[in-house]
Structure formats: structure tokens, C-alpha cells
């Protein structure tokens, strides 16, 4: 029975006229409101039982993107089992298992007291880039092959990833919004991948940046270090 109903029916006899009832039952309407509110509260709460637009929510308080791909059920059930999902925070197999999840690409590792990927020429690890940061002790650049510097370092490797070349002569306006260069790679693709390492890596560990292989076969780099990861 709703709140409205039994408002107007427990009313005393000389209430029980049709707009007395009108009346009591728009007080019970009120309560049923409230009633049911508390009750969505509630649900929303609940990753299992909260309405879809509450599952943005959740996800960000696990800190888990929803993939590209994911449907709200889909995404619902990785949530709920996000107690299992996030026991690999912090390690390479988490961080592997969330860079394939997104459907990007094929990743693999290379840190820099590890193997360099096997398509790689010359001395590994690579020679650092860019100025000098600000906080660093000791020689800049680490020169490539130097491990012992800076064995913290890693990268990133995309295989087989789902994006074409984009070059200077193709049309597109320096400042154009919505693609990159380099690639047809869109910033929001570009941010995904950078913000699941930034998650998901080893925090002693640091990404330097991400080797694209592109629908051509070529490959560009995203650097995510110093300023992104």
C-alpha cells in the first residue's frame, strides 16, 4: 500500500469526502516520494543494483575507466569484481591486462634492466630527452645503454594497434581539435592509454613513453614522461 492511500483511507469520516481525500492523499504523495528516494539512495550505493547513470560514479571512486567498447552491464560486472581486478594495481600483469582490455593495441613491457623489444636498434635503454628535470641528481642525460642510472625507467610497447598514419600534408590545420599528429589516433584514444599506465603502473617504476606500431607498420612515440606519468 502507498503512502497516498493510506493517507486518504485513515483519514476521520468527515475527511472521506472526495476532495478531503484529493487532499490527504497529496500529503501521502509527498511521503511516497520520500520514501522512494531513500530508496534509490540506497541503490545507488549498490554497484549491483544503482540505475546506469550511477555507474560513472563508482568508476571513478575504483579509479577504472570504462572501455571503449564496454556496455553498461558489461561495465556494471567489472565494477562489482573490481576488488579482484585491483588486487594487480601496481604490477605489470595488472597494467598488461588493462592496456590489452581497452582493445588498442597488443602491449608488451620493456623496463630498462630488461629486454629492449625485438624490433629495437642499438644500445637499450634509450638516452633520456628533453632538459634536465628540476629534481634530478646525477648526470643528464642518461646515456642509452646506461642502466644502472636510472633502472626505474620503462616503456611501453602497441602492437598491432587499430590506428593509420596522419601526416603534415593531409589536410589537417595546426590547432585542429580532434586528432593528433603522427597518427589518426584521437587525444581522447591518446589520454585512455595514458591515464590506464599512469593507474596501473608500479609506483617505483617510471614510463617514458609509449612505442605506437601503426596500420602501416611504422612507429611513432607518445612520451608520458616527465609531465603525464
Not at 155 to 167: A, I, R, Y
Not at 172 to 184: C, D, I, L, Q, V
Request: net charge neutral; with cysteine; proline share 7%.
Amino acid at each position: 500500500m502507498t503512502y497516498k492511500q493510506f493517507q486518504a483511507d485513515s483519514a476521520p469520516p468527515a475527511l472521506q469526502d472526495g476532495r478531503w481525500r484529493a487532499l490527504t492523499g497529496t500529503l501521502g504523495d509527498a511521503k511516497d516520494a520520500a520514501a522512494q528516494a531513500a530508496r534509490d539512495a540506497a541503490k545507488a550505493g549498490l554497484v549491483g543494483d544503482c540505475p546506469d547513470d550511477a555507474l560513472g560514479h563508482h568508476a571513478r571512486e575504483r579509479s577504472l575507466e570504462r572501455l571503449p567498447t564496454e556496455t553498461a552491464a558489461q561495465h556494471r560486472a567489472r565494477l562489482v569484481a573490481a576488488a579482484t581486478a585491483l588486487e594487480l594495481v601496481g604490477t605489470e600483469a595488472g597494467l598488461l591486462a588493462a592496456l590489452t582490455a581497452i582493445g588498442y593495441g597488443t602491449p608488451t613491457i620493456h623496463t630498462a634492466i630488461g629486454a629492449a623489444p625485438p624490433w629495437w636498434v642499438g644500445a637499450w635503454p634509450p638516452e633520456s630527452e628533453g632538459n634536465r628535470p628540476p629534481s634530478w641528481v646525477g648526470a643528464w642525460p642518461v646515456l642509452a645503454g646506461d642502466v644502472s642510472s636510472w633502472p626505474s625507467r620503462f616503456w611501453v610497447n602497441l602492437e598491432n594497434t587499430v590506428w593509420g598514419n596522419e601526416t603534415w600534408n593531409g589536410g589537417r590545420a595546426w590547432g585542429e581539435a580532434g586528432f593528433t599528429w603522427g597518427s589518426n589516433a584521437t587525444p581522447a584514444q591518446v589520454q585512455l592509454v595514458k591515464r590506464v599506465i599512469k593507474r596501473w603502473r608500479p609506483a617505483h617504476c617510471v614510463c617514458i613513453g609509449v612505442f605506437v606500431e601503426l596500420t602501416t607498420g611504422t612507429r611513432i612515440f607518445w612520451p608520458t614522461w616527465p609531465h603525464e606519468v
